[in-house]
């Protein structure tokens, strides 16, 4: 067994805690159930799902993309339900990883996976931008973008709450500039540690009025699924939730192996195993009443960020969400929340892909456009909803390049040409329409792919021929010809020999259309 790296993991270990702290507290209130069960989960998703197979620096851990329907879920069945649904996911992933269908998200755009962490990366910075200065946050991304001038016009008049406006910003400054103390300082010190330690001193010692940390006993909220509530989830809307957690819940956990994967040079993911160690920790959290989980990819960057080496790092950011919150919560009552939000801001910052967004739009501005509407649409909808808009569009980008068509007339010499009917020449695998002896012949040459999406360029091309000219159209050239375009050829074909009642001659003939 390799040894592990523990002058990385270590260290990487306690900056992912940091990150998942406020996440885990923030997603359970978001989705009206109680923070210890965000916290559970989070511990779930580092010491069960950290040490399994399957992705090596990935985290899990309860996630913003499930925040919507989890309240919904609770609001409509109770809480005691919300285990059950749990449960059901996580058996349904297990199903998934057996059957081997996690690979199937190994079909990822490299624009739309950075469009992703765009996307993410922004919802997260403009979230928790109210957190720094004391502030709740809109429900929606749109309503969170909108509201930062009058939220920075607020800070900069004191309008909002000062002392907690002064602390964030000063964890941020410190998160920004530590990189550029002696190197000695910073590789031995992680910025996220030595800021969020800075402004927990600071509150301690000027007694700050700003918001901490509240976290009880974990005992008290962990309790097993509720058994009358599996009558309620038999219904359609119950199975049609339970559907939607193991598909959201799925697609974040892979679409963020794949972000993940591109952020380092270590072992690749193993999609079918990560889904099944999801699956897993679904299960156990459903058994406990907890939040549904999936892999984060904030933490997760956070993880690579922070010069984790292996799957130790993770398991060992679990085991400190379980130590500070089940033996020392007064200690975590000392850290402010502006502080853990400042450090949610400078992370989700950080994956805003700003350079490679300039490359593209220089070199492939088709990428780009990818890139940025697949931010967009994250903001403006969720991260599943707007995943799967970047993904078609990347598809019906490249689907539009590969389908290149190329058009080719000429009009041959009378010598050469002739008039197209008995004994005319056509060529190998085309079509001659046209009246005998009716001028010049006309040639268009067809090659490439012709595709419906093509089709309005090929049809003007065709129309734009004279109605009295004899017509030669060689396909031959053709690699692919569709169903639309063999229907367009045909019918076209027919009306140029009914408007100069002249005789067709095919060879080879046209495929059938039915």
Known sequence: MRAV?????????????????????????ASGVPAELGLVTGIVGGLVVGALPGSSLQVSGPAAGLTVLVYEAVQEYGAGALGVLVLATGLLQLAMGALRLGRWFRAMSASVVHGMLAGIGLTLLSGQLYALADRR????????????????????????????????AGTLLVLVFWKYLPPRVARSVPAPLAAVGLAGAVTAAADLPVARIRVSGLLDVVELPDRGALGALASTAGLGTILAFTLIASAETLFSAAAVDRMHHGPR??????????????TLCGLLGALPMTAVIVRSAANVQAGARTKASRVLHGLWLLLFTALLPGALGLVPLTALAAV????????????????????HRGEAVVLVVTAAAIIGTDLFEGVLIGIGLAVVKSAWQTSHLHIGVEELPAAEGGGVGEGSGVAEGGVAA???????????RLSG?????????????LERLPADRPVELDWSGLRHLDHACTVALTTWAAQHRARSSATLAVEPPLPTVV
Request: hydrophobic content about 50%; overall charge neutral; some cysteine.
């Open 5 to 29: 790296p523990w002058r990385f993991d270590l260290p990487a270990s306690l900056v992912v805690f940091l990150v998942a702290l406020p996440l885990c507290v923030g997603v359970a209130v």
């Open 269 to 282: 993911t193993d999609y079918d195993r990560e889904l099944t160690a999801q699956g897993v920790g679904n």
């Open 449 to 461: 792919n012709a595709t419906f999406l093509r089709l309005p360029r090929l049809l003007d091309a």
């Open 434 to 444: 046209g009246p005998d002896g009716g001028g010049p012949l006309m040639r268009v």
């Open 344 to 363: 949610l801001v400078h992370a989700g910052a950080k994956l805003v892909p700003v350079r490679r967004l300039a490359a593209l739009c220089r070199d």
């Open 137 to 168: 946050a809109p429900s929606t991304g749109p309503e969170k973008i909108a509201g930062l001038p009058a939220l920075l016009h607020d800070a900069a008049t004191g309008s909002a709450t000062p002392s907690a406006v002064a602390l964030g």
